[in-house]
């Protein structure tokens, strides 16, 4: 099965931060599930695609040019380590990425072909406080940020 343009822009981000993560960190965690990070240890990073805009590419026609709201949220062990990773996937992500079509079979990655790159056009970076004691908060919960992203394939879909 192939992946649709949605998920090849998710899975493409995850496989770049995971590949820079291997290279940088260790015991880095990035998931796509939301609901999956409070089964694993710490530190994660969960990606997941928001909002998505399709704005006419041209009056009258059909074609349009996708705009895409990425949310990056950050669970850490610590502040520092908070900090930290905001700083290094800011770092990493507002230059762009690669953007791949996925093809899939039984949950394994069978091929991923270049397809152009994914462009970061603003980064919103915001802590979360639940105004709660740390210590009554979950531990995933303890000291998280999200970033946000706005990005485009900077191309016009038929």
């Known amino acids: 099965m192939a992946y649709r343009t949605s998920r090849n822009l998710e899975a493409s981000i995850i496989d770049y931060l995971q590949t820079n993560f291997t290279a940088d960190w260790s015991g880095i965690n990035v998931e ?60 990493k992500i507002k230059s762009g990425c690669v953007f791949y079509n996925y093809v899939i079979a039984s949950g394994t990655i069978q091929s991923k072909t270049a397809n152009g790159r994914i462009r970061v056009t603003a980064i919103d970076v915001t802590p979360i406080d639940f ?28």
Do not use: M
């Open 32 to 91: 796509k599930t939301f609901a999956r990070v409070y089964e694993i240890s710490l530190p994660t990073i969960c990606i997941r695609s928001n909002v998505t805009s399709h704005d006419k590419a041209e009056i009258g026609g059909d074609s349009t040019i996708r705009t895409v709201q990425v949310l990056i949220d950050i669970f850490a062990s610590s502040d520092g380590q908070k900090l930290d990773l905001t700083d290094y996937i800011v770092d």
């Open 131 to 158: 105004n709660t004691d740390k210590d009554k908060l979950d531990v995933h919960d303890r000291y998280r940020t999200l970033i946000t992203l706005s990005i485009s394939l900077g191309r016009v879909e038929a």
